[in-house]
């Protein structure tokens, strides 16, 4: 366990969007004028990204169709803008007009994360930036966060023998799925607060990882007991471990023991698990990504690289999926010859069939929401159940590893990786199957529940290709 190095806050939670009016800067009135005089920013170990930090959208007028904006919407990173250009070239005017000054840039690509200078608000620049011709996507930095912590969800002890004989699998038929194939060959990417590294459920299952909180190679769970979020990392990994034991599980720190984290956190982290060592031409890449994390607010530069994080397709003049600058020349060669990565994401614990979770609502190819079910077959009391949402997974009184033993807990970052470790073991059947038709797979493949238009997650079904039972159980 390690002690965090700084009190940063990383929720990826976000402020509402700013409003479509066009003011004056604020800036122009207190005599700045955009061109210097903000802080210089030292990279840390001399590689591209700084200081860490999270995002929210005004996406070239507004919110995207379809979009509902939450009355309890995230607050964003103070003073942060993350913005993504159609070209590189298009920063230096951007600089040079707006009193903004650079904290860190999203590798080669045009994307990049920016710091107000003087006495201006972020969300007063947003409207701005968005009408100008070399802006894709102008948002501020949104909060992640677990959504247990943001509920207050505390775990309870629990025991191995409770780990390895519970109702969820048995829910979900996995051991007769795992008798097919255990998930042998896939890498789980778990992008959260860390894990226990040297629990027994976990061991000879770990891949190296990276703590995107401190910035260095340790991933391990920070904070104590007591802490909001505390275990919640390893208690997902735990569950990608139960239902893929021969998958191997790259930890990611992304989210501090409070549970909270930021939207350029989780694309830097995203970036790392789909090409660790940063040569396209390895296949070192995550198959699976798991994110038991979430926001209320909608993040254009998050859809961007979830999509890259995919191999979708490019799409020249879309805001989110414009990749034409040459930047993004290592996410063509990666993809090339191929599969992208199918990201599952918990759908959140708002016990609301309205308010939305993202990413799990970014609507991606390759990008699975999942809510929770629990023991009688219903969808679970404090899980979100929205149209948008699909697929259910077992999620309420889940055991898992924590550090120094074991805890039940219950809630939709339970039920995520468990749809994670069935992914592991489709992709093990099939390594070919891109990260879109694994989802659809995992999607199509569920049985019917009672009381609700979601489909539970069926290992059997899911890794043989049969369809499940229509009939609610």
Same mark, same amino acid.
């Given at each position: 366990?390690?002690?965090?190095?700084?009190?940063?806050?990383?929720?990826?939670?976000?402020?509402?969007?700013?409003?479509?009016?066009?003011?004056?800067?604020?800036?122009?009135?207190?005599?700045?004028?955009?061109?210097?005089?903000?802080?210089?920013?030292?990279?840390?170990?001399?590689?591209?990204?700084?200081?860490?930090?999270?995002?929210?959208?005004?996406?070239?007028?507004?919110?995207?169709?379809?979009?509902?904006?939450?009355?309890?919407?995230?607050?964003?990173?103070?003073?942060?803008?993350?913005?993504?250009?159609?070209?590189?070239?298009?920063?230096?005017?951007?600089?040079?007009?707006?009193?903004?000054?650079?904290?860190?840039?999203?590798?080669?690509?045009?994307?990049?994360?920016?710091?107000?200078?003087?006495?201006?608000?972020?969300?007063?620049?947003?409207?701005?930036?968005?009408?100008?011709?070399?802006?894709?996507?102008?948002?501020?930095?949104?909060?992640?966060?677990?959504?247990?912590?943001?509920?207050?969800?505390?775990?309870?002890?629990?025991?191995?023998?409770?780990?390895?004989?519970?109702?969820?699998?048995?829910?979900?038929?996995?051991?007769?799925?795992?008798?097919?194939?255990?998930?042998?060959?896939?890498?789980?990417?778990?992008?959260?607060?860390?894990?226990?590294?040297?629990?027994?459920?976990?061991?000879?299952?770990?891949?190296?990882?990276?703590?995107?909180?401190?910035?260095?190679? $340790?991933? &391990?769970?920070? +904070?104590? #007991?007591?802490?909001?979020?505390?275990?919640? /990392?390893?208690?997902? *990994?735990?569950? !990608? %471990?139960?239902?893929?034991?021969?998958?191997?599980?790259?930890?990611?720190?992304?989210?501090?023991?409070?549970?909270?984290?930021?939207?350029?956190?989780?694309?830097?982290?995203?970036?790392?698990?789909?090409?660790?060592?940063?040569?396209?031409?390895?296949?070192?890449?995550?198959?699976?990504?798991?994110?038991?994390?979430?926001?209320?607010?909608?993040?254009?530069?998050?859809?961007?690289?979830?999509?890259?994080?995919?191999?979708?397709?490019?799409?020249?003049?879309?805001?989110?999926? $414009?990749? &034409?600058?040459? +930047?993004? #020349?290592?996410?063509?060669?990666?993809?090339? /010859?191929?599969?992208? *990565?199918?990201? !599952? %994401?918990?759908?959140?614990?708002?016990?609301?069939?309205?308010?939305?979770?993202?990413?799990?609502?970014?609507?991606?190819?390759?990008?699975?929401?999942?809510?929770?079910?629990?023991?009688?077959?219903?969808?679970?009391?404090?899980?979100?159940?929205?149209?948008?949402?699909?697929?259910?997974?077992?999620?309420?009184?889940?055991?898992?590893?924590?550090?120094?033993?074991?805890?039940?807990?219950?809630?939709?970052?339970?039920?995520?990786?468990?749809?994670?470790?069935?992914?592991?073991?489709?992709?093990?059947?099939?390594?070919?199957?891109?990260?879109?038709?694994?989802?659809?797979?995992?999607?199509?493949?569920?049985?019917?529940?009672?009381?609700?238009?979601?489909?539970?997650?069926?290992?059997?079904?899911?890794?043989?290709?049969?369809?499940?039972?229509?009939?609610?159980?």
């Amino acid at each position: 366990m390690k002690v965090p190095a700084s009190p940063v806050r990383l929720r990826l939670l976000s402020a509402a969007l700013a409003s479509c009016l066009i003011v004056a800067p604020a800036w122009a009135k207190n005599g700045e004028d955009g061109r210097g005089g903000g802080p210089k920013v030292s990279v840390p170990g001399g590689k591209l990204g700084g200081p860490r930090a999270t995002a929210r959208e005004t996406i070239k007028g507004g919110i995207k169709g379809g979009d509902t904006v939450s009355p309890t919407a995230d607050a964003g990173t103070s003073g942060e803008v993350l913005v993504k250009l159609a070209t590189t070239q298009a920063l230096p005017a951007l600089l040079s007009k707006y009193p903004l000054t650079l904290l860190s840039r999203f590798g080669a690509r045009p994307i990049y994360r920016l710091k107000v200078i003087g006495n201006v608000r972020a969300q007063d620049l947003l409207p701005q930036l968005a009408l100008e011709p070399g802006v894709l996507i102008a948002e501020d930095n949104p909060l992640q966060r677990s959504p247990e912590a943001r509920k207050n969800v505390a775990w309870a002890i629990g025991t191995q023998q409770d780990y390895v004989a519970q109702w969820g699998p048995q829910a979900m038929r996995l051991a007769e799925a795992q008798r097919l194939g255990a998930g042998a060959g896939v890498r789980v990417a778990v992008l959260d607060t860390g894990v226990d590294l040297g629990h027994p459920a976990l061991a000879g299952r770990l891949l190296p990882g990276f703590d995107f909180v401190d910035f260095d190679a $340790d991933p &391990s769970e920070g +904070g104590t #007991a007591g802490q909001p979020s505390h275990g919640h /990392g390893t208690h997902v *990994a735990g569950l !990608v %471990a139960l239902a893929a034991p021969a998958a191997k599980i790259m930890p990611i720190r992304v989210l501090d023991a409070d549970g909270v984290g930021n939207a350029w956190v989780l694309a830097e982290a995203l970036l790392h698990a789909i090409d660790p060592d940063g040569n396209p031409a390895t296949d070192d890449g995550a198959h699976v990504i798991n994110l038991s994390l979430g926001s209320l607010s909608r993040t254009g530069v998050l859809g961007a690289v979830l999509q890259i994080a995919a191999c979708t397709p490019a799409l020249a003049g879309d805001a989110v999926g $414009d990749r &034409s600058d040459p +930047g993004y #020349a290592d996410d063509e060669a990666r993809c090339t /010859g191929r599969v992208g *990565a199918v990201v !599952v %994401a918990a759908a959140g614990n708002d016990a609301s069939s309205e308010i939305r979770q993202y990413p799990a609502a970014e609507g991606e190819y390759g990008l699975v929401p999942v809510a929770a079910s629990n023991a009688a077959g219903r969808v679970a009391g404090f899980s979100n159940s929205g149209g948008w949402i699909e697929l259910a997974a077992p999620g309420e009184g889940l055991t898992s590893a924590v550090p120094g033993g074991y805890a039940t807990w219950s809630g939709t970052s339970m039920a995520a990786p468990l749809v994670s470790g069935t992914a592991a073991l489709v992709r093990a059947r099939f390594p070919t199957m891109s990260g879109k038709d694994l989802a659809r797979r995992l999607e199509d493949s569920a049985a019917a529940m009672c009381g609700t238009k979601l489909r539970q997650l069926d290992a059997v079904a899911a890794v043989t290709g049969a369809r499940a039972s229509a009939v609610c159980r």
